[in-house]
């Protein structure tokens, strides 16, 4: 496993030495631990617990959490940092991670209170405990307004009935965050797994990301004591779109992660390989396949690195982490694609992992909304700035 020495945008990505001493961390770490078991993960479709356990004795499961509350006390591009690096070997183990890092550990952590926190987030940080959000429902995905999961108060307690889907680390889950109607305004619980009526169904096989686990979480009158309510009633769309911009963030270095180890793949096989009497990367398409990858990826990590130093938990920028993901996405997709060109019909064998990264890439245009809704998102921003 190589890394470019060349990536000229890298050097405006990191604002601090203790984010340049983040990146060297799991640079190393994702080499010696990730690395080695990716593909047999990969293959049997299943998450690797053990490794969460080593993310938690390294800090990475609470990047975003405070010192004081037992986390990192980074930021944004701390949190980008942790995924562009893992995704290099494996991005299907960090969408697991992002699901418990991200998506529970970040938006539980800054909506819930200090007796939640006391009570849930010193098993998330380790990794004891792994963690879930509950948002896509079967026939509500990209418009959560529409979810169909009620919560009803009953005395001292909620009864919570419904079913989410698509949910990644539901079948492995210990916790979760899950979000329902009470009265018509979307609310944030949080649940254990040992909850009566709850249940989840899975592991899904999937296309890709099979280090990540998928399933359902099934609620049939689940009673939820009152003091799981995170927030306020009705608060949980503004706990929800909050954490929906650090996920695309990240969600944008995955698909970074994945492009830059596939143009490492391509130029090293391109440099080895000869073909009509010369090597292959004398070839004009080549040349194109490698010059056009390049580009991309340059553009993407500015971008990505660019965005992460607006985002902040008590600031808004929707635009910006929209338009991440959305240039993002493709670009994790078309270079894996490129070196899978460049290596023929080996790019197409297990060996060299293109093929797997290229399955990888393809969810990055759909997880943590489609591209279209991001598309959609950008053009009412900025038709709203253009009215003041």
Not at 126 to 139: I, L, Q
Not at 191 to 218: A, F, N, W, Y
């Amino acid at each position: 496993m190589t890394t470019l020495p060349y990536a000229f945008a890298e050097e405006g990505c990191y604002p601090t030495p203790e984010h340049r001493l983040l990146r060297d961390s799991v640079r190393a770490f994702t080499r010696s631990a990730v690395e080695p078991q990716a593909a047999e993960h990969d293959r049997k479709g299943t998450l690797n617990r053990k490794l969460f356990a080593a993310c938690g004795e390294l800090g990475l499961l609470g990047v975003t959490v405070p010192a004081e509350a037992g986390g990192a006390g980074m930021d944004a591009t701390a949190a980008v940092i942790v995924h562009h690096e893992l995704s290099k070997s494996d991005p299907g183990f960090t969408l697991a991670y992002l699901a418990h890092a991200m998506l529970f550990v970040n938006n539980f952590y800054w909506n819930a209170s200090d007796d939640q926190r006391e009570r849930y987030l010193p098993k998330a940080l380790t990794g004891e405990w792994v963690g879930a959000m509950g948002m896509t429902e079967p026939d509500a995905g990209t418009d959560v307004l529409s979810m169909q999961t009620t919560a009803t108060r009953d005395g001292g307690e909620y009864v919570l009935s419904g079913q989410k889907a698509l949910i990644t680390n539901a079948p492995d889950a210990d916790v979760f965050l899950v979000y329902a109607k009470v009265e018509g305004r979307i609310t944030t619980f949080v649940l254990d797994r040992d909850m009566r009526g709850l249940s989840t169904t899975g592991p899904v096989h999937k296309m890709g990301m099979r280090g990540s686990t998928l399933g359902e979480i099934v609620m049939d009158d689940v009673r939820v004591p009152a003091k799981n309510l995170v927030g306020r009633e009705g608060q949980g769309v503004t706990h929800m779109m909050r954490n929906l911009e650090i996920e695309r963030l990240t969600l944008a270095a995955m698909s970074l992660g994945i492009a830059d180890r596939c143009l490492e793949i391509m130029l090293d096989y391109a440099a080895e390989r000869r073909a009509f009497g010369k090597p292959l990367v004398d070839h004009g398409q080549i040349q194109r396949y490698i010059g056009e990858s390049f580009a991309k990826t340059e553009a993407v990590r500015a971008l990505v690195y660019a965005v992460a130093r607006t985002v902040r938990h008590d600031t808004k920028n929707r635009i910006g982490s929209d338009a991440a993901k959305l240039f993002a996405a493709p670009v994790g997709k078309e270079v894996a694609d490129a070196a899978m060109q460049v290596l023929g019909g080996w790019g197409y064998c297990e060996e060299y992992k293109v093929e797997r990264l290229l399955r990888d890439a393809k969810l990055l245009e759909i997880g943590g909304g489609t591209l279209e809704s991001h598309q959609k998102n950008i053009t009412r921003d900025l038709f709203a700035l253009a009215k003041g």
